[in-house]
T-cell receptor, first 115, second 117 residues
Framework: AQKVTQAQTEISVVEKEDVTLDCVYE???????LFWYKQPPSGELVFLIR??????QNEISGRYSWNFQKSTSSFNFTITASQVVDSAVYFC????????????FGIGTKLQVIP | ETGVTQTPRHLVMGMTNKKSLKCEQH?????MYWYKQSAKKPLELMFV???????ENNSVPSRFSPECPNSSHLFLHLHTLQPEDSALYLC????????????????FGAGTRLSVL
């Protein structure tokens, strides 16, 4: 069975602080994909990153960075120098790559950046 | 703007009503999805359509009936709903067709906030 755990349901930080959102996953598949999506107050989920299970390189995109560690089944997301516009709910998702495509989302982490 | 438009944005209905949610994507994608987002629960994938054909139905009750007349439009017909069906219903689309549907990057609409009284 697949599972995605986002243990932090809500986080508050002061603007310009760094913040890390945790994502731990479980799967029996050797090939899978991990995603992060951002859901601002307007409602639509916005894609941030996709990583396949064979690519453990960390990635940086501006103030965003992702740390993928298969040894701990984690795919954590860090925002550096947070801004008010980063306030949103962030979802981690796991997709298997087998014949039956299953997508599993985490419960989401609500991030509030205080000015 | 993500290129996926959902209407209405808000809907209140009684348990005996029949209503429909509409989703339209302007991205030329081949796959469309319905998700249910309830408070304090993970997003639940309900239905997947690929080139207008339903490829997944994740044990969704029959009071939810999807319809995909073409690759750009997706409907969710609702009838005799229960209060626990109150949630945000999200539509999404993605470019690539089957079989590798779910690993695609999905583009989401802003959702329909449904309240069942």
């Amino acid at each position: 069975a697949q599972k995605v755990t986002q243990a932090q349901t809500e986080i508050s930080v002061v603007e310009k602080e760094d913040v890390t959102l945790d994502c731990v996953y479980e799967t029996r598949d050797t090939t899978y994909y991990l995603f992060w999506y951002k859901q601002p107050p307007s409602g639509e989920l916005v894609f941030l990153i996709r990583r396949n299970s064979f690519d453990e390189q960390n990635e940086i995109s501006g103030r965003y960075s992702w740390n993928f560690q298969k040894s701990t089944s984690s795919f954590n997301f860090t925002i550096t120098a947070s801004q008010v516009v980063d306030s949103a709910v962030y979802f981690c998702a796991l997709v298997n790559s087998g014949g039956y495509q299953k997508v599993t989302f985490g419960i989401g982490t609500k991030l509030q950046v205080i000015p | 703007e993500t290129g996926v438009t959902q209407t209405p944005r808000h809907l209140v209905m009684g348990m005996t009503n029949k209503k429909s949610l509409k989703c339209e994507q302007h991205l030329g994608h081949n796959a469309m999805y319905w998700y249910k987002q309830s408070a304090k629960k993970p997003l639940e994938l309900m239905f997947v359509y690929n080139f207008k054909e339903q490829t997944e139905n994740n044990s969704v009750p029959s009071r939810f009936s999807p319809e995909c007349p073409n690759s750009s439009h997706l409907f969710l017909h609702l009838h005799t709903l229960q209060p626990e069906d109150s949630a945000l219903y999200l539509c999404a689309s993605s470019q690539e067709p089957a079989p590798a549907v779910a690993k695609n990057i999905q583009y989401f609409g802003a959702g329909t906030r449904l309240s069942v009284l």
